[in-house]
């Protein structure tokens, strides 16, 4: 990255698209990107920029809003321009007007229950045609018609633990697993247990990270953005917005007014925010390792008992 301001680096990526840049502010909040609102002769917008590596993220963003915004029910930003100039990766989009990070009451739910039913797949594919992200870790999204719970445990579950397994901490996934249990284990326990609580599920498009901080209200309207879509079970999604936080209390109410959550909800809640804390884990460490191995060693368990 060169030595100019991060004003002049703006400046150079809006006039490549026929923009003059007036005014810039830097929003907080983002701990992978810098991110700002710009104001031009043309209107507001709003850019993601990193390092030059980091087009690929950007290029899955975009591909992951384009499809959020071809489902509609939820508002989300639309993506204009994805690039590279000098060393500046970057993506630009369209600002969500009087964004509140206040989900609002039941509005969110019943929002997020017309979109998973809007983006229901006809056909039984699961994963998605690009590469996304979950913050900074790649996704598997590798499309195949396998049932869900074996896709689920393969390229989510499995993918997760063998990335940890890869990283520079290597000592990571020893702090992870029970003494004696390895990543084929926690494979075959995840599968078997969504072979009882998932059977038939239908792929819906997903948001793939939607906790708290990358949802809102922009013009009274329920809203997301930084996605990381696939397709897979839609109550992936509700279970994220109960994972950290954020949401209406009342939200699995109101989305159950409009898609029925299933019986099992429940105890799929468990397994698929699995995926996240073992996220957190890679990317922050400290105490998602234990509650990381706190959840598995129950999943394992309960795997064992329906065995029985």
């Given at each position: 990255?060169?030595?100019?301001?991060?004003?002049?680096?703006?400046?150079?990526?809006?006039?490549?698209h026929?923009?003059?840049?007036?005014?810039?502010?830097?929003?907080?909040?983002?701990?992978?990107?810098?991110?700002?609102?710009?104001?031009?002769?043309?209107?507001?917008?709003?850019?993601?920029?990193?390092?030059?590596?980091?087009?690929?993220?950007?290029?899955?963003?975009?591909?992951?809003l384009?499809?959020?915004?071809?489902?509609?029910?939820?508002?989300?930003?639309?993506?204009?321009?994805?690039?590279?100039?000098?060393?500046?990766?970057y993506?630009?989009?369209?600002?969500?007007?009087?964004?509140?990070?206040?989900?609002?009451?039941?509005?969110?739910?019943?929002?997020?229950?017309?979109?998973?039913?809007?983006?229901?797949?006809?056909?039984?594919?699961?994963?998605?045609?690009?590469?996304?992200?979950?913050?900074?870790?790649?996704?598997?999204?590798?499309?195949?018609?396998?049932?869900?719970?074996?896709?689920?445990?393969k390229h989510?579950?499995?993918?997760?633990?063998?990335?940890?397994?890869?990283?520079?901490?290597?000592?990571?996934?020893?702090?992870?697993?029970?003494n004696?249990?390895?990543?084929?284990?926690?494979?075959?326990?995840?599968?078997?247990?969504?072979?009882?609580?998932?059977?038939?599920?239908?792929?819906?498009?997903?948001?793939?990270?939607?906790?708290?901080?990358?949802?809102?209200?922009?013009?009274?309207?329920?809203?997301?953005?930084?996605?990381g879509?696939?397709?897979?079970?839609?109550?992936?999604?509700?279970?994220?917005?109960?994972?950290?936080?954020?949401?209406?209390?009342?939200?699995?109410?109101?989305?159950?007014?409009?898609?029925?959550?299933?019986?099992?909800?429940?105890?799929?809640?468990?397994?698929?925010?699995?995926?996240?804390?073992l996220?957190?884990?890679?990317?922050?460490?400290?105490?998602?390792?234990?509650?990381?191995?706190?959840?598995?060693?129950?999943?394992?368990?309960?795997?064992?008992?329906?065995?029985k």
């Amino acid at each position: 990255m060169d030595h100019d301001t991060p004003e002049k680096r703006l400046a150079k990526i809006l006039h490549a698209h026929g923009l003059t840049l007036n005014e810039v502010k830097a929003c907080g909040g983002g701990c992978i990107s810098g991110g700002y609102i710009v104001t031009t002769t043309e209107g507001e917008y709003f850019i993601k920029t990193n390092s030059s590596s980091f087009l690929r993220n950007f290029e899955a963003e975009k591909a992951s809003l384009e499809a959020l915004a071809s489902v509609g029910a939820m508002v989300c930003p639309s993506p204009l321009y994805c690039g590279v100039l000098d060393d500046d990766a970057y993506l630009l989009m369209t600002v969500l007007p009087h964004l509140s990070s206040a989900c609002g009451k039941g509005e969110f739910g019943a929002k997020l229950a017309e979109f998973h039913i809007r983006g229901e797949r006809s056909e039984r594919i699961f994963g998605f045609p690009t590469q996304t992200f979950c913050g900074a870790t790649p996704l598997d999204n590798t499309e195949t018609d396998d049932p869900w719970p074996r896709w689920f445990a393969k390229h989510r579950i499995g993918d997760i633990l063998q990335q940890i397994e890869k990283g520079t901490d290597k000592f990571l996934l020893e702090r992870i697993l029970p003494n004696g249990v390895c990543i084929a284990d926690i494979e075959k326990a995840v599968e078997a247990l969504l072979n009882i609580y998932a059977p038939d599920v239908r792929p819906s498009l997903l948001h793939g990270d939607l906790w708290g901080g990358n949802a809102g209200i922009s013009n009274r309207r329920p809203c997301f953005f930084d996605p990381g879509c696939y397709y897979g079970d839609a109550e992936v999604d509700v279970a994220t917005t109960q994972l950290f936080g954020g949401f209406p209390s009342n939200l699995l109410t109101e989305y159950s007014k409009v898609r029925k959550l299933s019986p099992n909800y429940e105890e799929k809640e468990a397994l698929y925010n699995l995926y996240h804390i073992l996220n957190h884990a890679l990317m922050f460490g400290g105490g998602y390792c234990s509650e990381a191995r706190a959840m598995i060693k129950k999943i394992l368990e309960k795997a064992r008992m329906q065995h029985k």
